[in-house]
């Protein structure tokens, strides 16, 4: 059976940056194996199939998947499946009600010079574990030396995720994921997947960062909007605002030659975060179709 799919940049304003993402708009029929194989086959960090909602107030259902396994929230693909049910011409709201397996994500759409900009909002509670792994397991994981590691904790909204906090950009470029120290330190806690940036966490800041999540088949992310999801909730979390809303940017990809940049905020009341935004453009660079074997699919269809 033949599937429609778009491939999109996420991230970036340019074809071939940002971070790559396959949409199947109309994924009625594949089985959950079909899913893995698909996804597998593009070999993205993230692929998206979309269903219709059972919910009509939604737009529609998706499930998204690495190469390896299905995973419940992922920034990237929710920002970029909202803009490619937008270019291809499924919706033309320009709020975009997605339901992930973490529950109900909007995604507000704007047009800017041609180019689509989503920024999804998440109130899902903010997961945070200020005491991480130590400063030296994590610059053994990374192949540096203690003093570029600052700081290190567990976070998550939906997904989460190691953050390594590091002393310069130039320590976030020469970091190396060594595989042995990563399964002997970090592939058995509270997540692998690690996420490692320099910057100040406090409003209007630039970060810079790089991720890596080995145990999802990810060498490299070009841009992890649940990452960054996570991590401007902690900045607002540490920042004292009683109410009021903390903003980053993030950049990241630059090392692959992928660069992306996504805006993010975090809402605050009574000193605690209530909601988080991460948005940025996305740009559709191809699409085409993909032939799914019978056995890839449900017997039921």
Same mark, same amino acid.
């Given at each position: %059976?033949?599937?429609?799919?778009?491939?999109?940049?996420?991230?970036?304003?340019?074809?071939?940056?940002?971070?790559?993402? =396959?949409?199947?708009?109309?994924?009625?029929?594949?089985?959950?194996?079909? +899913?893995?194989? $698909? *996804?597998?086959?593009?070999? @993205?960090?993230?692929?998206?199939?979309?269903?219709?909602?059972?919910?009509?107030?939604?737009?529609?259902?998706?499930?998204? @998947?690495?190469?390896?396994?299905?995973?419940?929230?992922?920034?990237?693909?929710? $920002?970029?499946?909202?803009?490619?049910?937008?270019?291809?011409?499924?919706?033309? /709201?320009?709020?975009?009600?997605?339901?992930?397996? %973490?529950?109900?994500?909007?995604?507000?759409?704007?047009?800017?010079?041609? #180019?689509?900009?989503?920024?999804?909002?998440?109130?899902?509670?903010?997961?945070? #574990? *200020?005491?991480?792994? /130590?400063?030296?397991?994590? =610059?053994?994981?990374?192949?540096?030396?203690?003093?570029?590691?600052?700081?290190?904790?567990? *976070?998550?909204?939906?997904?989460? @995720?190691?953050?390594?906090?590091?002393? &310069?950009?130039?320590?976030?470029?020469?970091?190396?994921?060594?595989?042995?120290?990563?399964?002997?330190?970090?592939?058995? &806690?509270?997540?692998?997947?690690?996420?490692?940036?320099?910057?100040?966490?406090?409003?209007?800041?630039?970060?810079?960062?790089? +991720?890596?999540?080995?145990?999802?088949?990810?060498?490299?992310?070009?841009?992890?909007?649940?990452?960054?999801?996570?991590?401007?909730?902690?900045?607002?979390?540490?920042?004292?605002?009683? /109410?009021?809303?903390?903003?980053?940017?993030?950049?990241?990809?630059?090392? +692959?030659?992928?660069?992306?940049? %996504?805006?993010?905020? /975090?809402?605050?009341?009574?000193?605690?975060?209530?909601?988080?935004? $991460?948005?940025?453009?996305?740009?559709?660079?191809?699409?085409?179709?993909?032939?799914?074997?019978?056995?890839?699919?449900?017997?039921?269809?």
């Amino acid at each position: %059976m033949k599937y429609r799919f778009y491939i999109l940049d996420v991230f970036t304003r340019t074809a071939f940056g940002g971070n790559q993402l =396959a949409v199947l708009p109309d994924a009625r029929g594949l089985s959950a194996d079909g +899913m893995r194989k $698909v *996804a597998r086959e593009f070999n @993205f960090s993230e692929t998206t199939f979309v269903f219709p909602s059972a919910d009509d107030s939604a737009t529609a259902r998706v499930r998204i @998947f690495t190469p390896a396994a299905e995973v419940d929230f992922a920034g990237h693909p929710t $920002v970029g499946t909202a803009c490619a049910l937008r270019y291809g011409g499924h919706t033309d /709201s320009d709020l975009i009600i997605l339901i992930e397996n %973490m529950g109900r994500i909007p995604v507000r759409i704007s047009n800017v010079d041609g #180019v689509l900009y989503g920024t999804l909002t998440s109130d899902a509670p903010l997961d945070y #574990v *200020a005491k991480g792994p /130590s400063t030296a397991s994590l =610059a053994e994981v990374l192949s540096l030396e203690r003093d570029d590691v600052l700081d290190g904790f567990f *976070a998550g909204v939906g997904l989460d @995720f190691c953050f390594a906090h590091l002393a &310069t950009i130039e320590a976030v470029d020469r970091a190396t994921v060594d595989k042995q120290a990563w399964g002997r330190l970090l592939s058995d &806690t509270r997540s692998s997947d690690i996420f490692f940036f320099a910057g100040e966490l406090k409003s209007g800041a630039e970060i810079y960062a790089r +991720m890596s999540a080995p145990s999802h088949g990810i060498e490299e992310d070009p841009a992890t909007g649940s990452a960054v999801a996570a991590l401007v909730g902690v900045a607002g979390l540490r920042s004292g605002i009683q /109410s009021g809303v903390l903003e980053l940017s993030v950049t990241q990809g630059v090392k +692959m030659g992928r660069p992306s940049r %996504m805006d993010s905020a /975090s809402r605050l009341r009574d000193g605690k975060v209530v909601s988080v935004d $991460v948005g940025g453009p996305a740009v559709l660079t191809a699409t085409g179709e993909i032939e799914v074997g019978d056995e890839w699919l449900l017997a039921e269809r």
